[in-house]
């Protein structure tokens, strides 16, 4: 089983995977940066076009 959840870390990203279909959960705050949280129920994720840095994939979801 993957990973539940994708976190991205700025504007650009969340945009870029709200077009590819991704289903937002949340923003949440994590330490001093804000994360917008992602259902990763999409297989079209291309890291061609997602710069891997901004992105965390987790089974966990944090509050």
């Known amino acids: ?22 289903s937002y959960i949340c923003k949440c705050n994590l330490g001093k940066q804000d994360a917008y949280v992602f259902e990763n129920n999409n297989k079209s994720l291309n890291f061609t076009e997602l710069d891997k840095k901004q992105l965390l994939f987790s089974n966990k979801m944090y509050f």
């Open 1 to 22: 089983m993957g990973n539940k959840f994708i976190y991205v870390f700025n504007e650009n990203e969340y945009k870029k995977l709200l077009t590819q279909g991704f």
